[in-house]
């Protein structure tokens, strides 16, 4: 396994965990928007395993939030690199690798942009998360012949640490009043969701049980979007 991200540390951690539990894998440092570091670390999976089975496109921001007049170019730049563009670099540098042996793409995208738009100011966040699921449905299409397999993930809610990353700006003012029912999360009486169950979703998207799926967005969200949607 090769675990990438752009701070060595938790890079180091996770390899260790890995290890500690007899499995296998190697850390890459790179930042998923930037082109020659992608590529770089395509070419570093390649020369130490020779082939690559399945890549979990999971990097992502939620960036600014605010009405779209406060909404700076570059706050949508930063957003839309990391979502969308990180998304496609890491695809394009792993697809030609996987043609060899097929395999499964998974990427994460969100119930904000797909099904879900009540969150108000979430404009780069919720464009690139749409952008998300067509460039997965395309690709499906496109790396079928070749035995690759793309699949969306949509989570809700789920107890992350991406909001430490957010900047909100006068939300108020782009909201719009509505009331919903009492519970943000019927299936779960408004408690989030865990990683783990998200990586129950991912291992089954990645394994051969899912050999028949794809092209296919999955929601992950105890109902959330269906009542804030």
Known sequence: MAALGHTA???????????DAGGVAMSIVADVAHASQMREA???IDAQ???LDVVFANAGIN????PIEELLPGDWDET???????????IKYAVPIMKRTGGSVIITSSVNGTRMFSNA???AYAASKAGQVALGKLLALELAKDRVRV??????????????????????????????????????DGRP????QVAQLVLFLASDAASHITGTEIWIDGGQSLLQG
């Open 151 to 188: 699949n969306v993930i949509c989570p809700g809610a789920i107890e992350t640490r991406i909001d430490e990353n957010t900047e909100e700006r006068d939300l108020v003012a782009a909201q719009e009043p509505a009331i919903y029912p009492e519970g943000k999360i019927p299936l779960t």
């Open 49 to 51: 395993w020779g082939r």
């Open 121 to 123: 100011g979430a404009t």
């Open 63 to 66: 960036g600014v939030w605010a």
């Open 80 to 90: 839309v690199n990391t979502n969308l563009r990180g998304t496609f670099l890491t």
């Open 193 to 196: 969701g865990t990683p783990e």
């Open 42 to 44: 395509a070419d570093a």
């Open 9 to 19: 540390s938790e890079l180091e951690s996770v390899v260790s965990e890995i290890h």
